[in-house]
């Protein structure tokens, strides 16, 4: 799950890093595989906007919703009827992180946080795909698709939705 929220943190501030990027959405794939090479795939939608607002839906392999807003994150897990609240570490700069990130190639930037590494890949303004190896070691790529910029996301969006007889749980 940790590696989970890592992800949260670094697309949030991959979108608003470069500097004319107020709000992006795409559809998007991940993809986990582990050192046996065993491959999960999830596939949903991304919106995010300026501070650090961000929605991830995921559609597949299981419906869930997490919501990034400022320094929690909230997670909604219908099949399960559960909900987690996290605090997400207050001193991580997602902009400069990313704003720090080096050109590799034409369309190929690295960004480094912690002890990890992530590739970034662009088209044109876009951001393609970003990769990198989790704290278990499984690699990681998010592929974005639809990709949209600077359009205005309604607030509401950011806004945790639940059922109130969920559990919830505060971490």
Known sequence: MKHFFLIILVNIGLFASLEEITSFEADFTQS?????????NYSGHV????PQNARWSYYK?????VYVNNFEATIV???IEQVIVRNIESTFNFFKMISNAKKIDANKYLAHYKDSNFTIVKKGALIESISYLDE???RVKIVFKN????????EA??????????DIIRD
């Open 77 to 79: 897990e219908p099949e």
């Open 32 to 40: 986990v595989t582990d050192e046996k090479n065993k491959t999960i």
């Open 136 to 138: 278990f070691e499984n």
């Open 47 to 50: 919106a995010a906007s300026k």
């Open 147 to 154: 990709q949209k910029q600077n359009q205005i996301i309604n």
């Open 61 to 65: 392999p299981v419906k869930k919703e």
């Open 157 to 166: 969006v950011f806004k945790p939705v639940f059922p109130l007889d969920y």
